[in-house]
């Protein structure tokens, strides 16, 4: 049974510059969070997405969006990157939006430079 | 909006000993606290939660420990092993989502 995966790994991109992670969840599961974790911190919760939409939106401006496809997998995006941006991004997968237990992947590392 | 914090961001035990790792949060409102293990290099793994109905919750090895008079929670790993090192975080759930707290770093001495 696979867990939740995410690509790239790593990833070194410019100031200005967009950029497109991604994220299948685990296998039976619907739901996928998307959080921010800078170097020493714990993760922030950047939004959630199911059946396609937005659900929920932490403190993260508009430059942050999201897609969820048919499959459930997700796509983050970052518009005009600033060097704050770089972090651990994590996506966690669960079964509805209700609390319940959220399964993280290894997370995608950003650098801006 | 929630603040889930630790208080302390390292805490070396002993292997074989008990491990404590406290943690306060400020909003009331929170409904659903997570334990989550984060080893170096991997994503925050899931250890035990407890809902706000409740006071204690039992696991493999694990407690958790709800104090809602104080908005204090608390997470208990008997017997420490080696394996346990890594970096503890509490997170609060309510209609924001979930809000983690810093972190704290659990090192095993032999």
């Known amino acids: 049974d696979a867990g939740v995966t995410q690509s790239p790994t790593h990833l070194i991109k410019t100031r200005g510059q967009q950029v497109t992670l991604r994220c299948s969840p685990k296998s039976g599961h619907d739901t996928v969070s998307w959080y921010q974790q800078a170097l020493g911190q714990g993760p922030q919760f950047i939004f959630q997405y199911y059946e396609e939409e937005e659900r929920q939106r932490g403190n993260f401006p508009d430059r942050f969006s999201g897609h969820q496809f048919p499959n459930y997998s997700s796509e983050l995006n970052v518009n005009a990157l600033l060097l704050g941006d770089s972090a651990l991004y994590l996506c966690?997968?669960?079964f509805g939006t209700g609390l319940g237990e959220q399964y993280f992947g290894p997370g995608t590392r950003l650098t801006v430079t | 909006g929630e603040s889930v914090g630790l208080h302390l961001p390292t805490l070396s035990v002993q292997e074989g000993d008990n491990s404590i790792i406290n943690c306060a949060y400020s909003n009331s409102a929170s409904d659903y606290f997570i334990w989550y293990k984060q080893e170096s290099g991997k994503g925050p793994q899931f250890i035990i939660d407890i809902r706000s109905n409740m006071d204690k919750r039992q696991g493999q090895r694990v407690t958790v420990l709800l104090n809602k008079t104080v908005k204090h929670l608390s997470l208990q790993i008997a017997a420490t092993q080696p394996g346990d090192s890594a970096v503890y975080f509490c997170?609060?759930?309510?209609?924001?989502?979930?809000?983690f707290g810093k972190g704290t770093h659990l090192i095993i001495q032999p």
């Open positions: 966690a997968s669960s």
């Open positions: 997170a609060g759930g309510g209609a924001d989502g979930l809000t």
